[in-house]
Structure formats: C-alpha cells, structure tokens
C-alpha cells in the first residue's frame, strides 16, 4: 500500500560557541629582598732582599776528621784490598749479564751509503788501487790506476782527496787532484800529520806528497834508481822510527820484485833515502811448493803487508804464491842473490810459514784487539783467520762472491769483518753470530763491477769505504750493533783463536 510523504518545516535549534570565551585579568605585584653588599680593605706587603754570610768559628779543619788514625786506616785498607780485588775481577769475568741491554734502548741494525764519489774528469777506465783515511778521519784520499797492465803503463792517473766534514761536498769533484803520469798503485796517510800522504805506482817509486802546499806537492821521492823497486809498488805503510820524536815515521814498500824496503825522509834533499831493507825468496816457501830447479835466492812476488798492532817489529806479507809469512824487522835470515843490486844489505826476514791460499793473496790484515790473530784474503775466493802461532788457519770462511780483494778488521769491534769481492759486493761477517754467512751483503759498486779497495775510518769507526773497478768510491755508515761493543767481547775472539792449539 503506498505512503504518502508530506513537507514539513521545524524550528531552527541554535548551539552556543565553546572555543572562545572572555578571559579574566588582575594585577598583582611581587618584590625580592634587599641585596647587602660590604666593602672591606687590604693591604700589600712590602718586601726586602738582603745577603747575610756566615762566618767559621775556629779551626774548620779539625771538625772534618776526629780522632783519626792514618796507620790504622792503612792497615784496615791494606787488609781489605785482596778481598775487594778478588770480587772485582770476579765481577769483570762474569757471563751473568752478558747480553742485557736497556729494553728501551733501540741500536740501530741499518748500513747505509752517505756518499758516492768519484772524479768526472777521469777515464771511466781506471780503477780504485787504493783508499786511506788522514789522521783526523775527515779526508779521504783515492789512488787511481789499473792493475790488469800487459805491457807498459801508458795511463794518465791520478791522487784524488775529499774532506767529508765539510757541509758541501760535490761528489764528482774531488777538493784535490794530483795527476800522475803513470799508474799509481797504493797510498796511506801518516798516522799522526794529516797532511803527510805516501804512495806507490807502476814504474816502482815511492813518494810523498804534502797537501799542505800549494804549489809542488811532491815533497820527496825514492826515484827510480838502483835502490828502487823494479815493480809495481804493491802496497806503502808508515812504521814508528827508532828515534823519540813524535812524528819519526819511516816508510815500507813492497813489491812485485820481492823486495820489502825501508825508506827514511830526507826533506831537505827532497828524497825517500835507502834505510834498511829485506827480501823474500823461493828458500823461504813451504817444502811442497818449492819447484825444482829453481834457485833458492829467486825473489817471490809481495803483494800485500801488515803490522802488528802491540809488536811494532812484527809483519806479515802475502805473496804472488800465496804463501803467508810471519817476519820480523830485526830478523838476519838468508842474504839476497848476488843478482839483486842495492846500496844496503838485503835478506830474508821470514820467521815462519803458514799454511797456504789456493792463488795469490790480495790483502792481510792484524786485528787490534788481539796480538795473534790476523786476516787474509786471496783469489781462491776464500776469508781466512789465522793464529800467528799456528801453521793452518783456525777458521777459513767462503762467501761464493767471487775473488776476495780485500779484507779488513773493524777497528771498532773485535768480532766484526769487512770484505769485497769480484761481484761488487760489501761483506760484513760477526764472529760473535757463530755463523758463516755475512750479516750484510751490500752493492758497493754502483754498476756491480769489482770492489778492489776497501778502508775502515780510524776515528770515525762507523764509517768505511769501499773502492771499485770503475773509479767509483762509496762511502757506508754502519749501524750501532756493528759499532757497538757488548761485553766479553774479546773472550769470543780469545775462543775463536785457540781452535786448534790446544
């Protein structure tokens, strides 16, 4: 059924607003309380310096000692002496500390080249013959030349100088050039005027120069007379002079010729002046090296030579046989051949024979912490440490580098060797490791050419320098545990040496 609609129409219902309404102010008022303050008065003081000195009352040496008895006190010292003696020396040779160092000490291991020297104006083709560090170790001085000669030398050489101490160095200038006209061969510098230089070269003289002088530095020479040598100068050393004078120092040379001479300075004359000589010959090999048919007066090549450090008498020379022998200044042994012309009498001053190189010896060298021992080197490419009362080395060490050149005691450390070789490298050996093998192995060479020459610094201990086949010097700083000696250093030498001889 259907529903009907209708419009309707209601009254509108009105709603208050809420969300806004009149807010009601008053006034009030509010007050803090009264801030006191108080002032309050100081005052500095003032102050004053003043010197005040006391004065001794009486006597000042009596109150030092009282009732003292010097002849008891001697006897209580002298008693005591013995005990406390006893216990030092005990002390001293003690191992219970050997080794402790400061765990915050730090030695450092590294070997470091601080200079590589050389003369730009010099043929690439001359080697380094030698090397020598003046007395005060702040030059060092090149002798340059070649040693592989087939006929006569042709080479214009030269004597070349740097002074390391100084701030600016050019390393391919030397402060001093001396030119030679002929090879030289060797060189060392007096021990005690840094100035003072000798040397040897091809055609057999020595001389001397003195860099002190401005114009001729040839101060003397031993010419090339009948008292000359009549080969290459191998090797040149200064030995003490028998007079008190501080700076009597003579001149040794050796040679090819076999001879071992004895030169003394005449500067007025300007010449090296015949004192004393000696000559090695086939009579003072080993019996199985003798050759028969050979005379016995037939002179043996010198190549090398060393003096002890504690017997200013007693030297060692290596030969072209390779042959050691132990000699003496003083020694009268067998007279050289008729066939040998000079102004002093010659002979032999062979005192004993040690055992051997496989070749010819390049280097010798005494150790100065130890009176017996001394080093060789050769060209059977061994390191051999000999006992000077034993005939057959106590420690022979090869390094596989090729030839051995030169070898050298640090004269820092007792168990510490230098070496170069064939190869170009610098060696480092420390007996004191129990080992074979170097502790370092450097390029001393900077394009791996042979290293002829090598030179530890007498005052600058850390430093050495090494010399190579193609004019090229390098100078090394060696680390503190190279340099640093640590205790009973020289007993593991003293071990080392007695191998053998008990």
């Known amino acids: 059924m259907p529903h009907g609609f209708t419009d309707e129409s209601l009254e509108p219902v009105e709603f208050k607003s809420t969300w806004k309404r009149e ?33 001794l009352n009486g006597d000042f040496s009596s109150m030092l000692l009282v009732n003292t008895n010097n002849q008891n006190l001697a006897v209580f010292l002298h008693k005591v002496e013995p005990v406390v003696t006893k216990c030092l020396e005990k ?61 006569w030398c042709t080479h214009r050489a030269a004597l070349c100088t740097w002074n390391l101490d100084r701030r600016s160095i050019k390393e391919d200038k030397p402060d001093t050039v001396i030119d030679s006209p002929c090879c030289l061969m060797c060189l060392d510098f007096h021990p005690i005027n840094p100035a003072w230089l000798a040397g040897g070269n091809f055609n057999g003289e020595v001389i001397l120069w003195d860099l002190s002088q401005e114009d001729d530095l040839i101060v003397a020479t031993s010419g090339i007379g009948d008292d000359a040598h009549r080969e290459p100068v191998s090797k040149v050393h200064w030995v003490k002079g028998q007079s008190s004078k501080k700076q009597d120092y003579n001149i040794v040379s050796v040679s090819g010729d076999g001879k071992v001479l004895i030169w003394k300075v005449d500067l007025k004359k300007g ?29 043996v090549g010198v190549t090398s030579i060393s003096f002890s450090h504690e017997d200013p008498d007693l030297f060692v020379l290596g030969s072209e046989s390779g042959c050691l022998f132990k000699c003496n200044l003083h020694a009268k042994g067998r007279p050289a051949g008729s066939h040998i012309i000079s102004s002093v009498p010659l002979c032999s001053p062979v005192t004993f024979t040690f055992s051997p190189h496989h070749g010819p010896v390049h280097s010798v060298d005494c150790s100065r912490f130890h009176r017996n021992a001394f080093l060789s080197a050769g060209m059977d490419q061994s390191l051999r440490l000999y006992n000077m009362l034993q005939m057959q080395p106590v420690l022979t060490i090869e390094p596989g580098d090729g030839y051995l050149f030169s070898a050298k005691w640090s004269p820092a450390r007792p168990t510490v060797i230098a070496a170069v070789s064939e190869r170009g490298n610098l060696l480092l050996y420390d007996l004191r490791s129990g080992q074979m093998v170097p502790v370092h192995k450097l390029e001393a060479s900077p394009n791996k050419v042979p290293v002829y020459s090598l030179q530890f610094n007498p005052q600058e201990k850390r430093i050495l320098a090494t010399g190579d086949g193609q004019g090229y010097i390098r100078v090394f700083r060696l680390g503190e545990t190279l340099t640093s000696v640590s205790g009973h250093e020289n007993e593991v030498l003293n071990d080392v040496m007695s191998t053998g001889t008990e």
């Not at 005060?136 to 000669?149: V, Y």
Request: proline share 2%; with cysteine; charged share 25%.
């Open 271 to 299: 010449k090296l002046r015949l004192h004393k000589g000696f000559v090695l010959m086939s009579q003072d090999l080993p019996r199985n090296m003798k050759v028969r048919g050979v005379r016995g007066d037939k002179e």
């Open 23 to 55: 807010l009601s102010v008053t006034s009030a008022e509010s007050q803090t309380r009264e801030i006191r303050t108080d002032s309050v008065d100081v005052q500095s003081y003032d102050t004053l310096n003043q010197a005040v000195q006391t004065d």
């Open 91 to 151: 002390n001293l040779k003690s191992r219970a500390f050997d080794g402790i160092r400061d765990p915050n000490e730090k030695l450092s291991e590294a070997v470091t080249c601080v200079h590589t020297l050389c003369n730009a104006d010099l043929n690439e083709q001359l080697q380094v013959t030698g090397l020598s560090w003046n007395a005060t170790g702040s030059t060092l001085a090149a002798s340059f030349g070649r040693f592989d000669h087939e006929d």
